[in-house]
């Protein structure tokens, strides 16, 4: 697929309202971040913005950098949420996003090795909230966005919530689905690559948003992410 067919694509793709997190706000990151309407936002370097309105949605904060973790923070400065790279590989990467509460009863934080891993201090609570599972190959990528809802044995168990792909195109273009409807559209514009979303109601952005940057990100690392704006 070239770009022109790549833009045609996606111009012609119609997002549609999600349902599984309008039933079900615990799903959410941060439920008052869930889309009541339609919504356009952009980065602004390390914040996200309503385009129609410039009112702040999150901000982020990357510390270190081998051993690296990211902060997102709400439009009041407090953190609520925390990224930290489970396993990458040459073409795949998880992340996981982490909460200071758990996500299901019983559930451990996690261990003074991942915390190390991360470069966060030994004794800080944190819980896998979900996960970014992200496979690339040349000029495409596919995504899924889960929740964690139990444990079997020493396995986590998911709910897929979204699924997302990077059309093959310059700079990013992609699309992001709750089963097989679309649910959000993600683009880079102008000549800075500004990263944008068009999110439909009920649907968590910043779920959205660290997809995208997941698919775009080149070596997957948190500089990458960096580098795109992430953190």
């Known amino acids: 697929m070239g770009n022109a067919a790549a833009k045609a694509e ?6 549609s309202d999600g349902i599984k997190i309008n039933e079900n706000e615990a799903l959410s ?30 901000s ?13 923070r709400d439009k009041d400065g407090n953190t609520f949420a925390t990224i930290i790279i489970e396993k990458m590989g040459m073409n795949s990467l998880n992340q996981y996003i982490c909460k200071s509460t758990p996500s299901f009863e019983g559930q451990e934080p996690l261990s003074d090795e991942d915390l ?3 470069g ?3 004794g800080t609570v944190l819980y896998p909230f979900s996960q970014i599972s992200t496979v690339r190959k040349m000029t495409t990528a596919t995504s899924t966005y889960s929740i964690l809802t139990g ?9 897929l919530l979204y699924k997302g792909e990077k059309l093959s195109s310059m700079g990013l273009m992609a699309i992001m689905r709750e089963g097989d409807t679309p649910v959000a559209k993600a683009q880079t514009v102008g000549l800075k690559m500004k990263p944008v979303l068009e999110a439909a109601s009920g649907v968590d952005p910043l779920a959205l948003v660290l ?10 690392s ?10």
């Not at 996606?10 to 997002?15: A, K, N, Q, T």
């Not at 009541?36 to 390390?46: H, I, L, V």
Request: no cysteine; hydrophobic share 40%; aromatic share 8%.
């Open 60 to 72: 982020t904060k990357q510390v270190g950098m081998i051993k690296s973790h990211s902060l997102i």
């Open 151 to 159: 444990k079997d044995g020493n396995t986590f168990k998911f709910q």
């Open 10 to 15: 996606w111009s012609s793709v119609e997002i």
């Open 29 to 58: 990151i941060l439920p008052s971040l869930v889309t009541k309407e339609a919504t356009r936002m952009e980065s602004t370097g390390k914040k996200w913005i309503v385009s129609e309105s410039n009112a702040l949605l999150w």
């Open 116 to 118: 190390t891993k991360a």
């Open 222 to 231: 948190a500089g990458a992410l960096a580098g795109a704006g992430v953190v």
């Open 120 to 122: 966060i201090e030994k």
């Open 211 to 220: 997809m995208g940057y997941s698919l775009a990100g080149g070596d997957g």
